[in-house]
Every structure is written in C-alpha cells, then in structure tokens.
C-alpha cells in the first residue's frame, strides 16, 4: 500500500505587518507637527508625538536624536513640499509665457505661505529669511531667478541684475505675506494679483530701457 505525503496548504500571502521605512517617517513627522501646532514644541514630549504616530519609542530614535533633529527634518519637508507646489503651478503654465510664469509664482507664493504659515513659524523660529546660510531660501530664489534669466534670454524684459531683483522680488512677497497674515485678510487672491503686478512692474520690456 502506498503512502503519499502530504504537503501543507501553503498559506494566503500575509500583508507585511510593518510599513515601509518613508511611509513610517512621514508619518512620524506628521504626528509631531500636528502636536507642535496644536501644543508647541516645547509642551509637546517625545511620547506623545510617538503615540499619536502609533509607533514604538524606538521609532523615534532610529530617525531622530531629538525633538530639535526633528524640526530639522520638519523644515527641509516644509521647504520641499512649498517647491513642489509651486513647481506644479509653473508647470502648468506655457513654457515660454514668462509674464504668466513669473505672476504664478509670485501669486502662489502668497497663497501656499498664508496657508502654511503657522508650520513655517515653528520649523524656522530662529531662521530668518536673510540669513546667509538659509538653504530654504536660496531653493527658493533660484527657482525665481530661473524665471527672470529666462524672461531675460527671451528678450520679454530686459534688467542690469537679475539676482538683485530676484532677490527684492522674494523679500518683497514674503514682507508683503507676512503683513496680510497679520492684518487677518480673507481675500488673498485678490491681494495676491496686485503683489503680482507691483513686482512686475520691476521688469520692464526691453523698449523701456533703450538709450
């Protein structure tokens, strides 16, 4: 008489029991801001920021030495997240409209800082937006002079210092946030659009400037 062995019913595929690295972090992350918003840095422990997360102490510490390395990391996303918005908004536009290139992103600078304001405050409590080695604002200026140069080498305006306005542009708008922000304003698109034509006004067409 034969005997056959039998083979174990292989089991079901299990979802895997932990979530990938980037998906844990991020949302770490965005445990801790919630807290940090809602209680301060300073109110807000370690604990807490890891139970809202839903994840073990240890957590924490595989990514971060403290709450201080976190706002480190809080602020590269803030900055990283403001770029992308504002890249896809220029990727919306025509490539070679740099009128409209430029008014978007000045225009949604205002809106995505007015939104966000509050995150901003907490990752930069003590980094200025003129401070030399503030990379946030660098990113930021560069993507604005890579508008101006282009308008520039296209010939839609024409100026002696593109960095220099580059510059007075971005301080500008961010100034100009900050005092809508202050003042409580509802209608920030409205305030937005005359930034906007304000700024513009510091790049006029090549006929403006002939000798």
Not at 95 to 119: F, G
Request: glycine content about 4%; aromatic content about 8%; proline content about 4%.
């Amino acid at each position: 008489m034969d005997h056959k062995t039998t083979k174990p019913t292989p089991q079901a595929a299990k979802a895997p029991r932990t979530k990938p690295a980037e998906i844990r972090l991020n949302e770490l992350m965005t445990a801790a801001e919630k807290l940090f918003l809602a209680k301060g840095v300073e109110a807000t422990t370690i604990n807490e920021i890891v139970k809202e997360a839903q994840v073990a102490k240890g957590t924490f510490y595989h990514y971060f030495s403290s709450k201080n390395d976190m706002l480190v990391a809080l602020g590269e996303r803030y900055t990283a997240d403001f770029l992308a918005r504002l890249q896809k908004a220029l990727d919306a536009c025509p490539d070679h409209d740099w009128l409209q290139r430029l008014r978007t992103w000045i225009e949604v600078s205002v809106e995505v800082y007015a939104q966000t304001y509050r995150t901003h405050d907490i990752v930069y409590t003590n980094h200025h937006h003129h401070d030399r080695s503030n990379q946030a604002r660098n990113a930021l200026l560069d993507q604005m002079l890579d508008i101006i140069e282009g308008g520039q080498l296209a010939g839609t305006w024409r100026v002696e210092q593109p960095r220099v306005v580059a510059l007075l542009i971005y301080s500008g708008v961010h100034g100009a946030t900050d005092d809508i922000i202050a003042a409580k304003a509802n209608d920030r698109a409205r305030f937005a659009h005359q930034v906007a034509d304000a700024c513009l006004h510091m790049l006029p067409p090549p006929e403006k400037t002939a000798r």
